[in-house]
């Protein structure tokens, strides 16, 4: 009898063959357990030399806030402008800021002075209400001409000269309270003298007099500043005129004489 043949696919069952199959998973399972044991052990450490990041996202958020608080900003400052760029009302008329010799302003009559129109109103605002108060202010001097101021301060020269003063000593003195014509601020329409009807002399003293105590107090609220100081000379070339009041505006005024600058300070 022949023996049965088996089909061409069917492969003979080798021995131990299940055994082999055993050993090579439990290896690759024992492989698995080394290497996580392996990268437990080493993740501490790669952390603490700073071979790995620690919290990558915790770690950026702190780099940016701290980079944000690093920064600096510097604002833009504006240009600088000229006097003629600036409101008429700020307007720095001084040896360094002439006016042209054809300079024109439109006036108004107020208190036997002439000022500028469109700062009428505030100067004879504050003078009402000083009268109110009680009070004699009187204007001796307001708006000047270019002729009047070149008279006047050739007239300062001349008594300087006969008082002694060499010709450049004199000028040299003149220009510190008369200064020379295109230079001063009467010429602007903007500056006005008031002094005391009872005191009428432009003297250092005239700072004592009710009227200036309340000037000095009070006049920011109408716009005006006093606007040579006595601890500002160096800056503004001019010698202390506790009587020289000057429109700047209500803002500009208030902030300059809190602040106990003078207008030179106020525009640099």
């Known amino acids: 009898m022949k023996p ?19 050993l090579a998973g439990s290896a ?11 990268l437990f052990h080493l993740w501490p450490t790669a952390v603490r030399a700073g071979e790995l990041p620690e ?5 950026q958020g702190e780099s940016s806030t701290s980079s944000l608080n690093q920064i600096t900003v510097t604002p833009t400052a504006e240009p600088s402008l000229s006097p003629e760029e600036r409101p008429w009302y700020l307007r720095l008329v001084n040896k360094d800021n002439p006016l042209p010799q054809d300079f024109t302003v439109e006036l108004t009559q107020v208190y036997g002075g002439q000022f500028d129109s469109r700062a ?25 001409t270019w002729d009047d101021q070149a008279a006047l301060h050739q007239d300062k020269i001349d008594r300087l000269l006969a ?26 329409g903007l500056a006005v003298d008031i002094v005391s009807s009872e005191y009428q002399i432009l003297e250092e003293e005239q700072e004592n007099t009710p009227e200036q105590q309340w000037l000095m ?22 010698g202390y005129e506790p009587w020289h ?18 207008l030179e300070e106020y525009l640099s």
Not at 5 to 15: E, V
Not at 28 to 38: M, Q
Not at 217 to 238: A, M, N, S
């Open 120 to 144: 009428a109103d505030a100067l004879s605002q504050m003078l009402e209400d000083m009268e109110e108060q009680g009070l004699s202010p009187m204007i001796c001097s307001s708006f000047r």
């Open 217 to 238: 107090e009070h006049c920011q609220e109408y716009g005006f500043i006093l606007r040579y100081p006595e601890d500002k000379q160096d800056l503004t070339g001019v």
């Open 28 to 38: 690759g399972i024992v492989c698995v357990v080394v290497c996580l044991a392996l």
């Open 4 to 22: 049965q043949s088996r089909p061409h696919h069917y492969a003979p069952r080798r021995r131990g063959g299940g055994i082999r199959y055993l």
């Open 245 to 262: 009041y000057r429109y700047v505006g209500v803002e500009a005024a208030q902030e300059i004489m809190a602040q106990g600058i003078c």
């Open 55 to 59: 919290d990558t996202s915790s770690s």
């Open 163 to 188: 008082e002694g003063y060499s010709q450049e000593e004199a000028e040299t003195e003149a220009n510190r309270w008369v200064v020379p014509a295109g230079t001063s601020e009467h010429e602007l």
